[in-house]
């Protein structure tokens, strides 16, 4: 599996820290994306870009901040503001435009202590 | 605001019965519909959109306007068919963006 990639696949922090999560993609997709999954709640987004140094806020933004320095890498930061971290955070990229086709990371979960 | 309902959390089959897994959505404009699928230990990845009207590994999915759904069939299951299946709705617009619904899990039993 080549194409978007994500790291750690586990991480472990302690309340209070914040903490980034890698996403970089080799497709050259200009669109990314953040979800986290719960059980039972299905994917939920976080935030989303278009296009490099733009960002829009998705369903549960609050806690999370990012950024989208380069067409390649879209790093999240989940801060000790965000209530309920421990989650599975998936990363998925694409082309711009209706219909496009979302491809996935395999995904960090990320466990706070 | 756009909403994906996926009313069946686990839905269990025999090999080789049909199988439709539902799902009905709520979104003001022209609704763009898609089935993920998440295999045991693979990446979520793409089954099928809606304006393909394409079969995949047997399945099919038929957008119903009046109804607002766009429920996934197969007249036959199989074992490898068992998965995690999420129904997305795609928001047009400059700012695109998927809306999952909460997922049903399919399990094919022998």
């Known amino acids: 599996d080549g194409g978007i990639t994500q790291s750690p696949k586990y991480l472990f922090r302690k309340e209070g820290q914040n903490v980034t999560l890698s996403c970089e993609q080799n497709l050259n997709h200009d669109a990314m994306y953040w979800y986290r999954q719960d059980p039972g709640q299905g994917l939920r987004l976080i935030y989303y870009s278009q296009i490099v140094n733009d960002f829009q806020k998705g369903d549960i933004a609050e806690g999370y901040s990012v950024s989208r320095e380069k067409k390649e890498s879209f790093p999240l930061t989940v801060t000790s503001a965000q209530k309920n971290p421990t989650a599975f955070y998936l990363c998925?990229?694409?082309?711009?435009?209706?219909?496009?086709?979302?491809?996935f990371g395999p995904g960090t979960r990320l466990t706070v202590l | 605001a756009q909403r994906v309902t996926q009313p069946e959390k686990l839905l269990s089959v025999f090999k080789g019965a049909p199988v439709e897994l539902k799902c009905n959505y709520s979104?003001?404009?022209?609704?763009?519909l898609f089935w993920y699928v998440q295999y045991s230990r693979q990446r979520l990845q793409l089954l099928l959109r809606h304006i393909s009207r394409e079969s995949i590994k047997g399945f099919t999915a038929d957008l119903n306007k009046g109804e607002t759904s766009f429920h996934l069939k197969k007249p036959f299951a199989q074992e490898e068919d068992s998965a995690m299946y999420y129904c997305a709705l795609g928001s047009g617009g400059s700012n695109y963006k998927l809306t999952f619904g909460k997922g049903t899990l399919l399990t094919v039993n022998p």
């Open positions: 979104y003001s404009g022209s609704p763009e």
């Open positions: 998925a990229s694409s082309i711009t435009g209706p219909y496009s086709e979302q491809f």
